[in-house]
């Protein structure tokens, strides 16, 4: 997992390892310094994310990608949240949520606190009918 | 010495005015928030609310007196003594409020200095956008209920950057999340200077 809450013990799984997918219309190539190169993948990310998501396997982990993550909420392809609340008041900048006409209501399975006074906030979709 | 809260209910998001129509479960009430909300607002001395707010909410908790779940929560929300920051009001106020009068700076410090306890300031608008960028706020106590309203304003837009320490972070059943922050020692740039 990519929250920094849990570090990878077995080298193994570390970031450096595990397999990436980098979302791109102009890259022809995404590589990783010594390490295996990410896969770029073209075209929609809904439809490649719903193809991995029918495979088998463990989870997948979005990082950052603020227009990616946009695009795979608005398509309610994400399945958990997981937030880490800075301690900050900050009353401006780029927002996480796509802003669209959309109420939802989350469940919440998990919260943490840290020395450092951020609150990791764990969230899943109520889908409808779920 | 007083300390002024800013007390507030949010969506995940930092959305904190319900959608229209008000889709069910926007900001949960649930009886155990509630009862520590009832407990926050017993041992407050007073609310500080901008004019909006004081209108918008002395327009509702007096018929909620006889309501059979909020009856008592009602019966503190309407005998607290209140201050209201208003350009255009004037005193007499109804519902147990009173007008501050003259510098909003000097007025909020001499209601800190009369109080010994909690003074509740309630709403996200202009008032509490005030106090912060003045450094009045003491506390911070935030309701984050499970959801997500990404198209309302957020919270303390244009309020910032302000440093805070958590305080305090409590879960209840119905998943709603209370998170009570103290701005920093070391909170802002500028800050303590008024505007």
């Known amino acids: 997992l990519a929250n920094g809450d849990r570090r990878p013990r077995d080298h193994?799984?570390?970031?450096?390892?595990?397999?990436?997918?980098?979302?791109?219309?102009?890259l022809g190539e995404a590589p990783w310094g010594e390490w295996p190169a990410a896969r770029v993948v073209h075209?929609?990310?809904?439809?490649?994310?719903?193809?991995?998501?029918?495979?088998?396997?463990?989870?997948?982990?979005?990082?950052?990608?603020?227009?990616?993550?946009?695009?795979?909420?608005?398509?309610?392809?994400?399945?958990?949240?997981?937030?880490?609340?800075?301690?900050?008041?900050?009353g401006g900048g780029r927002t996480l949520f796509p802003t669209r006409e959309s109420y939802a209501r989350l469940q919440r399975v998990n919260v943490q606190t840290y020395d450092t006074g951020v609150v990791f906030l764990q969230y899943e979709p109520l889908r409808a009918g779920a | 010495m007083g300390r002024l809260v800013i007390n507030n209910a949010m969506a995940v998001n930092g959305a904190f005015e319900a959608p229209v129509p008000e889709p069910d479960g926007w900001l949960v009430l649930d009886?155990?928030?509630?009862?520590?909300?009832?407990e926050q607002f017993l041992v407050a001395d007073a609310m500080v609310l901008g004019r909006k707010t004081y209108e918008g909410l002395a327009a509702v908790w007096p018929q909620l007196a006889d309501d059979p779940t909020l009856g008592l929560f009602a019966d503190r929300m309407n005998s607290m003594p209140k201050y209201v920051?208003?350009?255009?009001?004037?005193?007499?106020?109804e519902w147990n409020a009173t007008l501050l009068?003259?510098?909003?700076?000097?007025?909020?410090?001499?209601?800190?200095?009369?109080?010994?306890?909690?003074l509740v300031a309630v709403g996200a608008?202009?008032?509490?956008?005030?106090?912060?960028?003045?450094?009045?706020?003491?506390?911070?106590?935030?309701?984050?209920?499970?959801?997500?309203?990404?198209?309302?304003p957020r919270i303390f837009d244009g309020v910032g950057p302000v440093r805070l320490d958590l305080i305090g972070a409590t879960t209840f059943g119905s998943g709603v999340v209370r998170l009570a922050y103290r701005p920093a020692p070391d909170r802002q740039e500028g800050t303590g200077s008024g505007r």
Not at chain 1, 43 to 51: L, W
Not at chain 1, 55 to 63: F, N, P, Y
Not at chain 2, 101 to 118: F, P
Not at chain 2, 125 to 152: K, N, Q, R, Y
């Open chain 1, 12 to 26: 193994r799984r570390s970031p450096e390892l595990l397999p990436k997918l980098v979302f791109s219309n102009t």
């Open chain 1, 43 to 90: 075209g929609d990310p809904g439809a490649a994310i719903k193809g991995l998501k029918d495979q088998d396997g463990k989870h997948m982990v979005l990082w950052g990608s603020l227009s990616l993550a946009q695009e795979l909420i608005a398509a309610d392809l994400i399945d958990e949240y997981h937030f880490q609340l800075c301690p900050t008041l900050v």
């Open chain 2, 31 to 38: 009886a155990d928030s509630n009862q520590v909300s009832l």
């Open chain 2, 85 to 93: 920051a208003s350009r255009t009001l004037r005193d007499p106020l």
């Open chain 2, 101 to 118: 009068e003259g510098d909003l700076a000097t007025s909020v410090t001499g209601i800190k200095d009369s109080h010994d306890r909690t």
């Open chain 2, 125 to 152: 608008g202009e008032l509490t956008h005030a106090l912060i960028d003045m450094g009045l706020v003491d506390e911070f106590w935030f309701w984050v209920s499970p959801s997500l309203w990404p198209a309302g």
